[in-house]
């Protein structure tokens, strides 16, 4: 039973909120899936429209799993997923079309340059030759590596190379992101720089951030969701939260680390 503090999540200009009424851009339904006999994700239940999404849980809660299931890298035993409304198990291609995926450890051909780099994974996407060019400079302006297109990769610090992996997300303008500690062991000025590009992203797209950062979950993200143990354990509004002691409260309550007699609990 997940605990909740904001029935739906906070929606970008221009994107209406997720009702009874609209389609959620990314909906999870009864998620199970396990290993052998023990169960990373257990019955998993969410629907994302436009906005910031940060997903915390501690080591082995299933965030990785599940982060697989929806970009595509595994598949599940129970439940289901809809893409834009999109059933990945019978139109799966169009499905990974819809999904923009950058793993917590981004590998990069050293050699290469980014816009080459660019280019490559445009083609690998399966971008129409006649729109990857518009695709990449799109990527490019977005993730701000215009001044750095020419660069190679392996010359870059590591605040670029995360940028240069979230532009590969990015290619195509898929509606929906799912990001691995995109922030990661960067500075400050670089954690701020990616918080501001995907603030802009999902004003009218949905962002699904997996973080270990409680502060910059708050900073980022409209709205938490917490795993514990494979299930999800709170599902809340980061709004009116103005310090991150209170985002680490509800932390440690919804993983059961302290009681939780003030979290009303969702049905």
Same mark, same amino acid.
């Given at each position: 039973?997940?605990?909740? #503090?904001?029935?739906?999540?906070?929606?970008?200009?221009?994107?209406?909120?997720?009702? /009874?009424?609209?389609?959620?851009?990314?909906?999870?339904?009864?998620?199970?899936?396990?290993?052998?006999? /023990?169960?990373?994700? +257990?019955?998993?239940?969410?629907? !994302?429209?436009?906005?910031?999404?940060?997903?915390?849980?501690?080591?082995?809660?299933?965030?990785?799993?599940?982060?697989?299931?929806?970009?595509?890298?595994?598949?599940?035993?129970?439940?289901?997923?809809?893409?834009?409304?999109?059933?990945?198990?019978?139109?799966?291609?169009?499905?990974?079309?819809?999904?923009?995926?950058?793993?917590?450890?981004?590998?990069?051909?050293?050699?290469?340059?980014?816009?080459?780099? #660019?280019?490559?994974?445009?083609?690998?996407?399966?971008?129409?030759?006649? +729109?990857?060019?518009?695709?990449?400079?799109?990527? =490019? $302006?977005? $993730?701000?590596?215009?001044?750095?297109?020419?660069?190679?990769?392996?010359?870059?610090?590591?605040?670029?190379?995360?940028?240069?992996?979230?532009?590969?997300?990015? @290619?195509?303008?898929?509606?929906?992101?799912? @990001?691995?500690?995109?922030?990661?062991?960067?500075?400050?000025?670089?954690?701020?720089?990616?918080?501001?590009?995907?603030?802009?992203?999902?004003?009218?797209?949905?962002? !699904?951030?997996?973080?270990?950062?409680?502060?910059?979950?708050?900073? =980022?993200?409209?709205?938490?969701?917490?795993?514990?143990?494979?299930? =999800?354990?709170?599902?809340?509004?980061?709004?009116?939260?103005?310090?991150?002691?209170?985002?680490?409260?509800?932390?440690?309550?919804?993983?059961? $680390?302290?009681? $939780?007699?003030?979290? +009303?609990?969702?049905?």
């Amino acid at each position: 039973m997940a605990l909740r #503090l904001a029935a739906h999540p906070v929606a970008g200009e221009g994107c209406p909120p997720v009702t /009874r009424h609209t389609t959620p851009l990314l909906s999870v339904a009864s998620l199970t899936k396990s290993y052998g006999g /023990r169960r990373a994700v +257990e019955d998993v239940s969410f629907e !994302l429209g436009c906005g910031v999404t940060g997903l915390l849980g501690p080591n082995g809660a299933g965030k990785s799993t599940l982060i697989r299931c929806l970009a595509g890298l595994g598949g599940w035993d129970e439940g289901e997923v809809r893409l834009g409304g999109i059933d990945p198990a019978w139109r799966s291609r169009e499905a990974r079309g819809s999904v923009g995926f950058m793993p917590e450890r981004v590998s990069f051909p050293p050699e290469m340059r980014v816009e080459h780099y #660019l280019r490559f994974a445009a083609e690998g996407k399966g971008i129409p030759r006649a +729109e990857r060019r518009a695709a990449v400079g799109a990527a =490019l $302006a977005r $993730a701000g590596l215009e001044g750095v297109r020419s660069r190679i990769i392996a010359n870059l610090s590591k605040g670029y190379r995360q940028r240069v992996g979230l532009a590969q997300a990015m @290619l195509g303008d898929p509606p929906i992101l799912v @990001l691995d500690e995109p922030s990661a062991g960067l500075d400050p000025l670089h954690v701020i720089e990616i918080r501001t590009v995907l603030g802009d992203y999902a004003a009218e797209r949905a962002v !699904l951030v997996s973080t270990h950062s409680l502060g910059e979950s708050r900073r =980022l993200c409209a709205r938490v969701l917490v795993l514990s143990q494979g299930r =999800l354990v709170y599902d809340g509004s980061t709004a009116g939260m103005a310090a991150d002691d209170e985002l680490e409260g509800a932390f440690r309550r919804a993983v059961g $680390a302290e009681p $939780a007699d003030d979290v +009303e609990a969702a049905p």
